[in-house]
């Protein structure tokens, strides 16, 4: 690891050096105020974003709305000048001499979309980590694949598919942290499941082609709605205003009869006041893995009323899915052999559900200085996987053994449906304040109620018995409530030296259906408060470069199978996070480079021991200390005027300090335990590096190295080397040709070769590890990813 962060440094350092250019250079200052303001200093615009376009460059106007470019070549340079609610302004200079560029800024005639999340998302100032990724971005890489797919390339990220092909259930973890401690939010809406904190993108197919922008904030981040962030936060932004009409069909095939369409429009704005957006989808695909197919459709359904200073919207949009089930994973004694082995036979081996969303977003300018932003949002799941289970016994359901004769039968072949069956439903809001000068602060927060139904269902059985078709086993109702609260602001000092601070405190209660103290299933409850204080402070070396700091808390309760699966004896309890963060950022014309360092203290991890509880469940337990250590590495470098390589690299130690595993001795019949020290966190690579190297050789045309390297990773927290996922490194070849004819906008046509290579690599896996005939043994299981394979698309825009 030390000599692949040498290499690192040393690399950039060699692509610094060349982009340092040795002629005459020039500085470029100026102040940025508001049209329609009095020239006093009310009509500063602090924060306004100045940049050169094609190159690294940019800087932020200050408290003052003032800026200062230096070591600009001389020579014609395009001025950009862009902010939140402002028209923005492009102009051209022919830099000769030190330059003084005052702008002034028109308010958007129309009130802009992206106000609704700027309380959730990080900014320049928050000194934190984040990445933005832009419509322009998941374009390029939009051929079908769910969003985990789409951010493979960004820092720290490591996905997965169950089907192996990137369609279906994927999954994705952030810094080690899987997506049960990822927040996921939509237009600032929370959209983690409640129960199991999870958030499963198969419930909205294609919905990427709907995102204007998604910002993935790594670490606690700052505070948002719903589920605790206890590795990172995912922003996704759908709504833009589209001023002029338009319509869009994408088309897209490939390897393992993966294909997809889909037909967007939209009406523009209509009398200068309606929007009407609209797309249907279809994906559909056989998977790398024997018979996990996907039958994904979806739509997005979006209308707003727009005025100078207030716009409403309400968007609707819904997702069916069936899928094969492929989550068993191929055990390792197949994986050399057959290596797209399934489990599943019965031909209805399916997941099916669908989900529909009600989104009401309101937001108006009460003043110069404050804006509030209002949502409610309503989300009805409905849904059920079917299984076929060999041989299983009648007291399993609750079922009377079945006599004939003098015979009696405790087992049977049965078929079994599990359903969920929620409601959820809640408002968030924030109220922001602009001073436009040193002082920024949003309060804010929500609310949601989750209503769930879980039962299951008999819908045959080789041996009846005293059954009836859709006879219900079980029947269990969860209801849980989540508040709240949270304060930001964002001060500038002095012109150097700017700070935040950021507080929230967060409710929930959770009813459910457990065990009690008598191993009896009741109705039980818990409620807990969490406090999430954060602060930070970003200081300006100067235009080229900037350190920040900052440290925060984040608190995240236990999950369903945790609470329901144990007594309020041996109930978890509740995971905290202290998270600090450190970087720097440095830019020139050509390389534009972040350090960012992390040290994310856990208190109280829940992780698998395998340990049996006192209801007999193999249940997550409390480690006391655990913790992530790390630096993410990211630089981008104009290479050449046609060649631009964007590379990121996280190296990190994630360990535990004391581990404790329990073997089921099936020998005995009894458990031993075993104590580990200072061992590795499951699933946390030390190393995780991504690229993109860029070739533009003419207009329109767009030629692309994409890799991935992913270290060693272990299936449990023994440092076991023997239940462990194998590094790998893979190699996309992507190639994007746009074309503008007469009769339509743009027709752009991606050809993309995943895999080139054809790496043999596994993502995700899982084991058991027990005691037999005096020998620890592990049943391993893996899930593989396609070796080569293709896909292509069009797509056409009027």
Not at 24 to 31: D, H, I, N, P, V
Not at 235 to 252: C, F, G
Not at 743 to 758: D, K, S
Request: aromatic share 12%.
């Amino acid at each position: 690891m030390k000599k692949a962060t040498t290499c690192f440094f040393l690399l950039i350092a060699a692509l610094w050096l060349s982009a340092t250019p040795v002629q005459a250079q020039f500085s470029l200052s100026g102040t940025v105020r508001d049209v329609d303001e009095p020239a006093t200093s009310g009509s500063a615009l602090p924060g306004a974003a100045i940049t050169i376009e094609g190159t690294y460059i940019g800087t932020f106007t200050d408290a003052s709305g003032a800026f200062r470019l230096t070591n600009l070549k001389p020579g014609s340079i395009v001025v950009r000048v862009s902010l939140l609610g402002y028209e923005s302004q492009t102009q051209t200079l022919d830099l000769t001499q030190n330059a003084t560029l005052p702008v002034l800024l028109k308010k958007s005639a129309i009130a802009v979309d992206e106000v609704v999340v700027s309380a959730t998302r990080a900014n320049q100032k928050s000194a934190i980590a984040y990445t933005d990724v832009s419509r322009r971005d998941l374009d390029k890489l939009n051929l079908g694949q769910d969003i985990p797919q789409l951010l493979n390339f960004t820092p720290s990220i490591v996905t997965t598919s169950d089907a192996g092909a990137g369609v279906g259930y994927t999954g994705i973890r952030i810094r080690g942290s899987d997506a049960t401690r990822v927040n996921v939010t939509l237009n600032g809406i929370p959209y983690n499941d409640a129960e199991s904190q999870g958030t499963f993108f198969v419930n909205m197919p294609d919905f990427a082609s709907s995102v204007s922008s998604i910002q993935i904030q790594r670490g606690v981040g700052t505070s948002t709605n719903g589920a605790g962030a206890f590795g990172a936060s995912v922003n996704i932004q759908t709504n833009k205003l589209e001023a002029k009409p338009y319509a869009e069909v994408n088309l897209s095939a490939g390897s393992f009869g993966t294909r997809k369409v889909n037909v967007m429009a939209g009406t523009g704005l209509l009398n200068n006041h309606f929007v009407l957006d609209a797309r249907l989808s279809k994906i559909n695909s056989d998977g790398y893995v024997d018979r996990a197919f996907s039958d994904l459709k979806s739509f997005y359904l979006s209308g707003g009323y727009y005025t100078d200073k207030s716009f409403i919207r309400l968007n609707v949009f819904s997702g069916q899915e069936q899928t094969y089930q492929s989550w068993g994973g191929v055990p390792e004694s197949l994986l050399r052999t057959n290596r797209t082995y399934n489990v599943y036979t019965y031909d209805n081996e399916t997941d099916n559900y669908q989900q529909d969303n009600y989104q009401l977003i309101a937001s108006h300018e009460l003043s110069r200085n404050w804006r509030l932003n209002t949502s409610f949002f309503y989300t009805k799941g409905r849904g059920y996987y079917e299984q076929y289970r060999d041989n299983d016994r009648f007291s399993n359901y609750g079922l009377p053994n079945v006599v004939i004769g003098d015979s009696t039968i405790e087992r049977t072949d049965i078929v079994r449906r599990r359903w969920l069956d929620n409601d959820y439903y809640g408002t968030v809001f924030s109220l922001d304040y602009n001073s436009f000068g040193k002082l920024t602060a949003n309060i804010g927060g929500g609310w949601n109620q989750y209503k769930g139904g879980h039962f299951g269902e008999i819908i045959w059985a080789r041996v009846a018995g005293n059954t009836t078709i859709r006879d219900r086993y079980y029947d269990d109702n969860a209801t849980k409530n989540d508040f709240n609260l949270y304060a930001k602001a964002f001060y500038q000092f002095n012109a150097k030296l700017n700070g935040f601070a950021d507080m929230q405190v967060r409710t929930v209660n959770y009813s459910f259906l457990g065990f009690n103290s008598q191993l009896q299933n009741v109705q039980q409850s818990a409620d807990l408060t969490f406090f999430n204080p954060k602060a930070g402070l970003t200081y300006v070396l100067n235009d080229r470069s900037t350190v920040y700091a900052s440290v925060g808390v984040g608190n995240r309760e236990p999950n369903r199978d945790d609470y329901t699966q144990s007594t309020p004896q041996s109930r978890p309890r509740a995971e905290r996070l202290i998270d600090y963060e450190a970087g720097y950022k440095i830019q020139s014309s050509r390389l534009a480079f972040t350090a960012n360092a992390y040290y994310m203290n856990y208190r109280n991890q829940l992780v698998l021991s395998g340990r049996l509880n006192d209801v007999g469940a193999a249940n997550r337990v409390n480690i006391p200390i655990s913790y992530r250590a790390g630096v993410e590495l990211e630089a981008g470098a104009r290479l050449a005027k046609k060649l631009r390589w964007n590379v990121n690299a996280t190296f990190s130690q994630n360990k535990v300090r004391n581990f404790t595993e329990y073997l089921d001795n099936f020998d005995n019949g009894s458990q031993e335990s075993r104590d580990y020290r200072e061992t590795d966190i499951s699933f946390s690579p030390n190393v995780i590096g991504g690229s993109q190297l860029l070739f533009t050789p003419a207009k329109g045309l767009e030629l692309g190295l994409l890799s991935k390297y992913v270290s060693k990773q272990y299936l449990d927290n023994t440092s076991n080397e023997s239940r462990s996922l194998d590094a790998y490194f893979t190699n996309d070849i992507r190639i994007i040709y746009a074309i503008k004819p007469r009769f339509a906008q743009e027709i752009t046509f991606t050809l993309l070769f995943n895999n080139v290579l054809n790496e043999l690599y596994e993502s995700n896996g899982y084991t058991y590890a027990y005691i037999s005939e005096g020998k620890v043994t592990a049943d391993n299981g893996y899930y593989p990813q396609a070796g080569r394979n293709f896909l292509a698309g069009v797509r056409l825009r009027f």
